[in-house]
């Protein structure tokens, strides 16, 4: 087939007629046989970044920071024959009509050779104003040309949802299927540079590559990569569709520690017929300051589905670990573009193959979800559906995307006693972590958020504290940050939920490659009868949706992605489906925009007082400019 491109679900501008030549004949009413073609300076735009200029004072240049993308600018130069003049100019009449909805899409289609077809979808918005070419000949030629222009949503999507599953599923879905381990490197294969080592976040040991001792103007693994081959008893990965692994990195050169490299993993899968499949990732790492004590990563990876391969025994891997660091040779040179791993030494701990998402309970009332290997390349709304076990009410309900620069390692949840401490000030609870062996660290600024099991004479006033320490080393000096509220609960507060107000954390500046560091809180209450549950940490660089309704019959709540014509998605509870939904968003508070997705891994947190929600997932994979998958 040829490329694609359609306009409204009804015009096509670069198919092939059925003929073999150029164009497909439209059956549209008022333009029969005609005839549309895109000429050159076909312009389909691209996502426009929106950063803030941040101006040193001190340095020379500016920071553009942020993660927003404006619309693109998608420009359509269009010839059109038609076999009368009345069909050309109903040809005209019918284009026009079309772009000038609200909203409508352009759909881009790859020709894929002998592979799929992959249609790209552009959400669109009414046109500016059209150019036509006013010329008689061409009208007595039935023929017209025509310049269309408009913006569409920065980027393109896939024009069918993927659904994701949890480990607490709803009603009518599966939880995902728990992860094979493919390698738990209890044994490493003898491979030059490769050894077992006792470093590990998971398990016991991981696979160590060092390339050794070298001179000063040869930086450890100058010229080589990391490569490492092992055969694996025959695994099955059927319905496990990503890789997922922990790389560490440790450096001795002052200059690259602490340092976000983007490295490079290039993974390949055989199976027990000798076929392969072969894809990879390029991740930030972070780098420590010890050759022998690594920063750890998680890494994951999707692995092509559907390729002529039985992922049912999988027999050995392959892992190629790049950096493709600019080689300081000497005389200052380098052989530019030698794809090679330096200036690190690298580990390999726990390989497995995994689930979309991956769930760890943070209590009875909340479980914080890991995404991984989410297709596409640019961020897409998230649609939710929620609902308590056994379909009972609930009256609470917190989803919580973080910010795209949160830590792996930070659980947005605290249990503060589980309403069995009395909230004096000197219990302190260790902040967890997602990432065993790792200590917690924050980056950014939080809502606090206390939840209660009783008030204690709820009709009068308290001063609730939350005091944050941070420490920089296990009996190590601490710092400290406090966040207070005075309020009535009986008149203040509903359901126990009390947003305390705003932190910025860390209290001081860590190094990144700093794994020593760890913070507690601590609760005060002017009235010590009271009993509290947890503390939320809300990233305020994230997305929230709180609802929170004084009394609920409902069993489902449901959060939309927006639709092409609004800025939120519909907030919505129901007792039993979405023909009885109804819209609870003025009880509820979203911040941050919609809740979306992120390519590669993500984190979510779902939290409700009366229990922890089973939840189902939908969103459409987005793309910048051209759909991979």
Partial sequence: ????????????????????????????????????????????????????????????????????????????????????????????????????????????????????????????????????????????????????EFQALPYGRSGTSQQ??????????????????????????????????????????????NPGAAPADNPDGAGMVADYVQAISGANITGLPNIGFWAGFGSSYYYFIGYFSPFTFNITLTDNLGRTISFGVTQSCTVSSSNGSPAWTYVTAPIPQGAAFNYADVTGYEIVITNNTYFFGGGGGGPGGVTQLTFVVAYL?????????????????????????????APAPLSLQFAQSGGTAFQTLIAHRPGPDAPASLSPFVSVGNGGD???????????????????????????????????????????TVTVYQYEQSGGTSATATVSRTFTPSTDVTNGMVVLGELTLPVSDIAPDNVDAYFAITVTDTNTADRFLDCIFLDTMGQTCWVNLATSNYTIFYIDAPTTDRDLGRVLGSTSGRAQATSVLASSFVSGGPLTVDP????????????????????FPNWFVDRLS
């Fill in 1 to 148: 087939m040829a490329d694609s491109l359609i306009v409204a679900g009804s015009i096509e501008l670069l198919g092939m007629g059925t003929s073999g030549a150029n164009g497909v004949v439209s059956s549209l009413p008022l333009c029969k046989g005609a005839v549309f073609t895109v000429d050159p300076g076909l312009d389909m735009g691209s996502p426009q970044p929106v950063v803030d200029l941040v101006e040193s004072l001190i340095l020379n240049g500016e920071r553009p920071y942020g993660t927003r993308a404006s619309n693109r600018t998608i420009s359509l130069p269009i010839s059109i024959i038609a076999p009368t003049r009345t069909l050309l100019a109903g040809a005209i009449e019918t284009l026009l009509a079309l772009i000038d909805q609200q909203t409508w899409t352009l759909q881009w289609t790859r020709d894929p050779g002998s592979g799929t077809a992959l249609p790209l979808i552009l959400d669109c918005f009414r046109a500016n104003p059209s150019k036509p070419v006013y010329n008689l000949i061409d009208a007595v030629q039935m023929q017209a040309s025509i310049t269309i």
């Fill in 349 to 377: 701990n726990d390989l497995q193959a995994i689930a979309v998402s991956a769930g760890s309970a943070a209590s009875i009332r909340g479980t914080i979800y890991t995404l991984q290997g989410i297709t596409g390349t």
């Fill in 422 to 464: 009395t909230p004096n000030g000197s219990t302190f609870y260790t902040i967890p972590s997602l990432v065993t062996g790792i200590n917690a660290t924050f980056d950014g600024t939080y809502s606090i958020m206390l939840t209660a099991e009783t008030w204690s004479s709820p009709s009068t006033s308290r001063q609730v």
């Fill in 164 to 209: 994701l599953t949890f480990a607490s599923p709803i009603g009518g879905t599966s939880a995902p299927p728990s992860p094979v381990t493919l390698d738990s490197f209890s044994s490493v294969a003898s491979i030059a540079q490769w050894s077992q080592s006792s470093q590990h976040v998971v398990g016991s040991y991981s696979a160590e590559w």
């Fill in 600 to 619: 590669g891994s993500c984190t979510l947190f779902c939290y409700s007082i009366q229990g922890a929600p089973s939840l189902v997932a939908y969103f």
